[in-house]
Nanobody, 118 residues
Framework: QVQLVESGGGLVQAGGSLKLSCAAS????????MGWYRQVPGKQRELVAVVTGGGSATYADSIKGRFTISKTNANNTAYLQMNSLKPEDTAVYYC????????????WGQGTQVTVSS
């Protein structure tokens, strides 16, 4: 079993910054990908950014140039640095990880609220 623990959410004014962290622990041989998704009430969960084990990153168009995803292999932690935040970035942010331990399984964190005030 794998646990993903997120931290770093909160309330910030438009134009401000926040940094989210997601620490993976448990039965891990290799993490193929780690990513961040977000969801607002009444809408589907959407991809924000994902980074592979090799460090290749993919971003949603809506956050390109403002958010940066990174990952440390040493402690299986992913980060999402969010700059120039906008009210439309308000959502619950979920960490996601594809973990290889004999087979590949996908895990989700519990979610952390990010609220950007105008």
């Amino acid at each position: 079993q794998v646990q993903l623990v997120e931290s770093g959410g909160g309330l910030v004014q438009a134009g401000g910054s926040l940094k989210l962290s997601c620490a993976a622990s448990g039965s891990i041989f290799y993490i193929n990908k780690m990513g961040w998704y977000r969801q607002v009430p009444g809408k589907q969960r959407e991809l924000v950014a994902v980074v592979t084990g090799g460090g290749s990153a993919t971003y949603a168009d809506s956050i390109k140039g403002r958010f940066t995803i990174s990952k440390t292999n040493a402690n299986n932690t992913a980060y999402l640095q969010m700059n120039s935040l906008k009210p439309e970035d308000t959502a619950v942010y979920y960490c996601n990880a594809e973990v290889y331990y004999g087979i590949i399984r996908t895990y989700w964190g519990q979610g952390t609220q990010v609220t950007v005030s105008s």
